[in-house]
């Protein structure tokens, strides 16, 4: 069956999927409509391009690059596969995952296509569910606690959306669009109230030194644990007062 069962439009600036309408804007990045493909299109001119990162853990990206392009990670535990975000660009040649669960909700990606698609269930924490960008996707499970499923660990830390999550499964660790990483240097997202992003990278930090990690995945880069948290040590004392 067709997952394309009503209207959707992908902004080639940013990725964006628009569910059921065709606005003047893109909701996210403010492109002009000329700039948006329908997901029909974008699924016959991209594929999603799959990196190992682990025996456990592949990287997700739509190929080429679509627009401000970022990873989304598959995991495949004992019992499950599982998605950490979702990648832009839908394919049906992608492996059938049982679960999307969403760091935060920019990163909806074609979420529902691959829902529809493959009877997926999509998990978001209830905050960022609230949310504008949010609305025309169907949500499964919103939840509002730290949790464990299938050996995957999530901390709701807020900060650059009320909602953001971040995930780690054994040794892996996945921070999305929390930090940005440039030539060396880490930046905080500047975009969210920077009070509360520098509080929950505390709590992210505090959780972090429970756990023995060897890699970190970010929405545009993997990076061994020990060098992203040497960086992240950094940032942090730079904030102390």
């Not at 950490?84 to 920019?106: A, G, V």
């Amino acid at each position: 069956m067709s997952p394309f069962r009503e209207e959707q439009y992908v902004c080639k600036v940013c990725g964006y999927n628009m569910i059921g309408y065709y606005p003047e804007t893109c909701p996210f990045c403010g492109a002009l409509k000329v700039n948006f493909i329908t997901a029909e299109d974008c699924n016959e001119n991209y594929e999603v391009l799959e990196t190992k990162v682990t025996d456990k853990v592949i990287r997700l990206n739509s190929s080429p690059p679509l627009g401000l392009e970022h990873s989304a990670y598959s995991i495949k535990t004992e019992k499950q596969i599982i998605w950490i975000d979702c990648p832009s660009t839908f394919s049906k040649d992608i492996e059938r995952m049982d679960k999307i669960m969403l760091t935060h909700h920019h990163f909806l990606g074609a979420s529902n296509l691959y829902r529809s698609y493959n009877s997926a269930f999509l998990w978001i924490h209830e905050e960022d569910s609230k949310q504008e960008l949010a609305q025309k996707y169907p949500f499964d499970k919103k939840f509002e606690n730290d949790y464990n499923f299938c050996e995957i660990e999530a901390f709701h830390i807020n900060g650059h959306t009320p909602g953001f999550t971040f995930y780690i499964f054994k040794d892996v660790f996945f921070i999305c669009d929390y930090v940005s990483v440039s030539g060396g240097n880490m930046h905080f997202n500047p975009y969210g109230p920077h009070d509360k992003t520098i509080a929950g990278a505390n709590v992210m930090d505090n959780i972090l030194n429970k756990h023995i990690l060897r890699k970190v995945c970010g929405f545009d880069y993997v990076l061994d644990y020990s060098e992203w948290k040497a960086a992240f040590d950094i940032l942090l004392n730079s904030v102390k007062i």
